[in-house]
């Protein structure tokens, strides 16, 4: 039993790309850690920095509206 969730395991995992690898490694430390995570606090002026970003972005018109992602979701 345990080689087949190796493999079903190793299956999923080289289908995910690099951020979700990420994701899933990182959970699985915390699994072993026993549910500690650390996260490294986000600064003041990081935060406003990415609501900057994030405001320029959408001011670009470069973002998707809820009409076009629920489009996009049909297609799943």
């Not at 690898?21 to 072993?32: A, D, H, N, P, T």
């Amino acid at each position: 039993m345990g080689k087949a969730l190796d493999q079903e395991m190793f299956e999923h995992f080289s289908r995910l790309d690099d951020t979700q690898k990420k994701s899933v490694i990182q959970m699985l430390k915390s699994f072993l850690k026993g549910g500690e995570i650390t996260h490294s606090r986000q600064t003041l002026k990081e935060y406003n920095e990415e609501l900057d970003e994030a405001m320029v972005r959408v001011k670009e018109g470069k973002f998707t509206t809820l009409e076009d992602l629920e489009k996009e979701m049909r297609s799943w």
